[in-house]
Nanobody
Framework: QVRAVVSGGGSVQAGASLRLSCTAS????????MAWFRQAPGKEREAVSC????????YYADSVKGRFTISRDNAMDTMYLQMNDLRPEDTATYYC???????????????????WGQGTEVTVSS
């Protein structure tokens, strides 16, 4: 079941910026902890960033700290990922995911996240 539309990916040069959006359908967006995951070809899926229900707290993978910013607008049922200073190693398919119960492990949300919608591809060339 598609729960969201994910958009904003593309092909850019290193140093460029992109903003990903995840717009949910249905009600209850505000009840979920939201996260961005990514998976590069041949690599394991990794958590990029997560944000709590009221945006009180957000967490980032070390590899993106200082470059990526996660945010959400509960009135618009939308989550964003602003990605600045993109690097070739950021190349991956990015997924929007949601969870109702999470814990914080190694300064990142951990829990049973369900993907909402399709992924969006980000390609960064050097």
């Amino acid at each position: 079941q598609v729960r969201a539309v994910v958009s904003g990916g593309g092909s850019v040069q290193a140093g460029a910026s992109l903003r990903l959006s995840c717009t949910a359908s249905g009600s209850g967006f505000e009840n979920y902890v939201m996260a961005w995951f990514r998976q590069a070809p041949g690599k394991e899926r990794e958590a990029v960033s997560c944000i709590t229900r009221t945006s009180l707290d957000s967490y980032y993978a070390d590899s993106v700290k200082g470059r990526f910013t996660i945010s959400r607008d509960n009135a618009m049922d939308t989550m964003y990922l602003q990605m600045n200073d993109l690097r070739p190693e950021d190349t991956a398919t990015y997924y929007c995911a949601a969870a109702q119960l999470v814990s914080i492990v190694n300064m990142m949300c951990a829990g049973r996240f369900d993907d909402w919608g399709q992924g969006t591809e980000v390609t960064v060339s050097s």
